[in-house]
C-alpha cells in the first residue's frame, strides 16, 4: 500500500510520563505505516521546558499560529513535588494555559460514543459538547471578608479621573462582598469560536446566562452572542439548517437531562467548569473524552481530555503491566489529521482519520478494551488488554476495515 501524503505539517506537541509512551506507540503502530507523516515537532516534555526556558512552549503556539492545526500530548503541570522531581529552575507555568492565552481560545469537550459504555442519561443518545470560556468571573476575583457594620461600595474611576459609585450592601453587621469583572473582547471571542465550531460540527448551539438576575453582567454575555449572530453568523446557520438558542442556565439545566444530545452548550466560566464534570463522569470516563482549542481565527489544537496518567507511568518504570487507555490520544491525532486534510483538500488524509475511529470503537465493541473500560462496560465477553496489545488490537482492526 502506497502511503498517504500530506502537503502541510501539523505541529506535534509531544509530553510526558505514560502519554508520552502511548504517544510512540500510537505513531508507531497506527500512523507511520499509513501516512508519510509530515508534522513540525515540539517537545513539550517537562526536562525540554526546563532546559529551554519555557520557550519552546511558545514556539509550539507560534507554529500553531502559523500553519493552523496542532495535536499535543498531555503534559505535566509542575507543582512543588515535581520541580524536586525533576529538578526545575522554576514552577514552569502550565503549557495549556500558556497556549490557550497565545491563542486567545475556546475549549471544546466532547464525549467518544461506544455500544457498552452506557451515559448514565438514558435518553443522551448522541454525545453533548461542552464549550466553556475560560476567562474572567470568579476565577480572577478579589474578594473581602467584611469585619462588621459599615457601608460596600462598587467604584469604577475612568482615564480622567470621574469616578462612578454604586452601594452594595450596607452592612448592619460581618459579612462577604467579592468583585469580578470580564472583558467584551474576551466574550466576543468566545462567541466567535461558538458558532464556528456549531458551523464546523454541524450542530445546533445552546447558550444560557443567568440574565433575568444579573441584568448588567449576565445580559451583556446573551447581548454581545446575540449581536454577533444576528450580524455574522445569522445567514451561515441557515444554510447549514442549525439553530442559535438562547435561555436560562437552570431552564437549560433541566432541558439538557431531557435531551437526546447532539447538540453544543456553551457554559460561562463557572458553569462550564461544574457542568463540564457533570457530563463526562455521565457519558463514562475522561479517557474517553476529545478535547480541541478553537481560536477565534480558526486555528485547532487537538488534546485528550486527560492527564499524563503518572499512576500507570511509575507502574510502567518499575516493569510492571500497564492498561492504559489510548482512545483520547488516538482521538486528538484523528481530530488533527481530520482537519489539516479538510484544509489542505486532502481527502485520503480525512478519509484514514474517519477509519481509525472506526477501527478503535469497533475494537472496544468487539469486547476488546484496556481496564479502565471494562469496568464499566456493559458488555458480557470482555478481554482486558495492556496499553500495547489494546493499540494493536486496533491495528488489526484497521487492517480489516481497510482491505
Ligand atoms: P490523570 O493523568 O488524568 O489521571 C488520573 C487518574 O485517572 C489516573 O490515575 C487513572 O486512574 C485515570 N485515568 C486518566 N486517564 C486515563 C487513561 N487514559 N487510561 C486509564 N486511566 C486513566 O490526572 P493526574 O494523575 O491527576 O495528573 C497527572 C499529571 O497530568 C499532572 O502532572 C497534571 O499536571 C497533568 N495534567 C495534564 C493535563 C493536560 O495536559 N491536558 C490535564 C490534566 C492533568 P487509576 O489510577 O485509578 O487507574
Ligand atoms: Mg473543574
Same mark, same amino acid.
Request: proline share 3%; charged share 30%.
Given at each position: 500500500?502506497?502511503?498517504?501524503?500530506?502537503?502541510?505539517?501539523?505541529?506535534?506537541?509531544?509530553?510526558?510520563?505514560?502519554?508520552?509512551?502511548?504517544?510512540?506507540?500510537?505513531?508507531?503502530?497506527?500512523?507511520?505505516?499509513?501516512?508519510?507523516?509530515?508534522?513540525?515537532?515540539?517537545?513539550?516534555?517537562?526536562?525540554?521546558?526546563?532546559?529551554?526556558?519555557?520557550?519552546?512552549?511558545?514556539?509550539?503556539?507560534?507554529?500553531?499560529?502559523?500553519?493552523?492545526?496542532?495535536?499535543? #500530548?498531555?503534559?505535566?503541570?509542575?507543582?512543588?513535588?515535581?520541580?524536586?522531581?525533576?529538578?526545575?529552575?522554576?514552577?514552569?507555568?502550565?503549557?495549556?494555559?500558556?497556549?490557550?492565552?497565545?491563542?486567545?481560545?475556546?475549549?471544546?469537550?466532547?464525549?467518544?460514543?461506544?455500544?457498552?459504555?452506557?451515559?448514565?442519561?438514558?435518553?443522551?443518545?448522541?454525545?453533548?459538547?461542552?464549550?466553556?470560556?475560560?476567562?474572567?468571573?470568579?476565577?480572577?476575583?478579589? /474578594?473581602?471578608?467584611?469585619?462588621?457594620?459599615?457601608?460596600?461600595?462598587?467604584?469604577?474611576?475612568?482615564?480622567?479621573?470621574?469616578?462612578?459609585?454604586?452601594?452594595?450592601?450596607?452592612?448592619?453587621?460581618?459579612?462577604?462582598?467579592?468583585?469580578?469583572?470580564?472583558?467584551?473582547?474576551?466574550?466576543?471571542?468566545?462567541?466567535?469560536? #461558538?458558532?464556528?465550531?456549531?458551523?464546523?460540527?454541524?450542530?445546533?448551539?445552546?447558550?444560557?446566562?443567568?440574565?433575568?438576575?444579573?441584568?448588567?453582567?449576565?445580559?451583556?454575555?446573551?447581548?454581545?452572542?446575540? /449581536?454577533?449572530?444576528?450580524? /455574522?453568523?445569522?445567514?451561515?446557520?441557515?444554510?447549514?439548517?442549525?439553530?442559535?438558542?438562547?435561555?436560562?442556565?437552570?431552564?437549560?439545566?433541566?432541558?439538557?437531562?431531557?435531551?437526546?444530545?447532539?447538540?453544543?452548550?456553551?457554559?460561562?466560566?463557572?458553569?462550564?467548569?461544574?457542568?463540564?464534570?457533570?457530563?463526562?463522569?455521565?457519558?463514562?470516563?475522561?479517557?474517553?473524552?476529545?478535547?480541541?482549542?478553537?481560536?477565534?481565527?480558526?486555528?485547532?489544537?487537538?488534546?485528550?481530555?486527560?492527564?499524563?496518567?503518572?499512576?500507570?507511568?511509575?507502574?510502567?518504570?518499575?516493569?510492571?503491566?500497564?492498561?492504559?487507555?489510548?482512545?483520547?490520544?488516538?482521538?486528538?491525532?484523528?481530530?488533527?489529521?481530520?482537519?489539516?486534510?479538510?484544509?489542505?483538500?486532502?481527502?485520503?488524509?480525512?478519509?484514514?482519520?474517519?477509519?481509525?475511529?472506526?477501527?478503535?470503537?469497533?475494537?472496544?465493541?468487539?469486547?476488546?478494551?484496556?481496564?479502565?473500560?471494562?469496568?464499566?462496560?456493559?458488555?458480557?465477553?470482555?478481554?482486558?488488554?495492556?496499553?500495547?496489545?489494546?493499540?494493536?488490537?486496533?491495528?488489526?482492526?484497521?487492517?480489516?476495515?481497510?482491505?
Amino acid at each position: 500500500m502506497e502511503k498517504i501524503k500530506m502537503t502541510t505539517p501539523l505541529v506535534e506537541m509531544d509530553g510526558d510520563e505514560m502519554t508520552r509512551i502511548l504517544w510512540k506507540m500510537i505513531k508507531d503502530d497506527l500512523l507511520l505505516p499509513y501516512i508519510d507523516l509530515k508534522t513540525e515537532y515540539y517537545d513539550l516534555g517537562l526536562v525540554k521546558r526546563n532546559e529551554t526556558n519555557d520557550q519552546v512552549t511558545i514556539d509550539s503556539a507560534n507554529a500553531t499560529k502559523k500553519y493552523g492545526v496542532a495535536v499535543k #500530548c498531555a503534559t505535566i503541570t509542575p507543582n512543588a513535588a515535581r520541580v524536586e522531581e525533576y529538578n526545575l529552575k522554576e514552577m514552569w507555568k502550565s503549557p495549556n494555559g500558556t497556549i490557550r492565552a497565545m491563542l486567545d481560545g475556546t475549549v471544546f469537550r466532547a464525549p467518544i460514543i461506544v455500544k457498552g459504555i452506557e451515559p448514565c442519561v438514558k435518553n443522551w443518545e448522541k454525545p453533548i459538547t461542552l464549550a466553556r470560556h475560560a476567562y474572567g468571573d470568579v476565577y480572577k476575583n478579589t /474578594e473581602m471578608k467584611i469585619p462588621g457594620p459599615g457601608k460596600a461600595e462598587l467604584v469604577f474611576t475612568d482615564e480622567n479621573g470621574n469616578e462612578t459609585r454604586a452601594t452594595i450592601q450596607e452592612f448592619k453587621g460581618p459579612g462577604i462582598i467579592q468583585g469580578i469583572h470580564n472583558i467584551d473582547k474576551s466574550i466576543e471571542s468566545f462567541a466567535r469560536a #461558538c458558532f464556528n465550531y456549531a458551523l464546523d460540527t454541524k450542530q445546533e448551539l445552546w447558550f444560557a446566562t443567568k440574565d433575568t438576575i444579573s441584568k448588567k453582567y449576565d445580559h451583556n454575555f446573551k447581548d454581545i452572542f446575540q /449581536e454577533i449572530f444576528d450580524n /455574522e453568523y445569522k445567514e451561515k446557520f441557515e444554510a447549514a439548517g442549525i439553530t442559535y438558542f438562547y435561555t436560562l442556565i437552570d431552564d437549560a439545566v433541566a432541558r439538557v437531562m431531557k435531551s437526546k444530545g447532539g447538540f453544543i452548550w456553551a457554559c460561562k466560566n463557572y458553569d462550564g467548569d461544574v457542568m463540564s464534570d457533570m457530563v463526562s463522569s455521565a457519558f463514562g470516563s475522561l479517557a474517553m473524552m476529545t478535547s480541541v482549542l478553537v481560536s477565534p481565527d480558526g486555528v485547532y489544537e487537538y488534546e485528550a481530555a486527560h492527564g499524563t496518567v503518572q499512576r500507570h507511568y511509575y507502574k510502567h518504570l518499575k516493569g510492571e503491566e500497564t492498561s492504559t487507555n489510548s482512545v483520547a490520544t488516538i482521538f486528538a491525532w484523528t481530530g488533527a489529521l481530520r482537519k489539516r486534510g479538510e484544509l489542505d483538500g486532502n481527502a485520503e488524509l480525512v478519509s484514514f482519520a474517519d477509519m481509525l475511529e472506526k477501527a478503535t470503537i469497533k475494537t472496544i465493541e468487539s469486547g476488546k478494551m484496556t481496564k479502565d473500560l471494562a469496568l464499566i462496560t456493559s458488555l458480557k465477553d470482555v478481554t482486558v488488554l495492556n496499553s500495547e496489545n489494546f493499540i494493536k488490537e486496533i491495528k488489526n482492526t484497521l487492517d480489516e476495515l481497510m482491505k
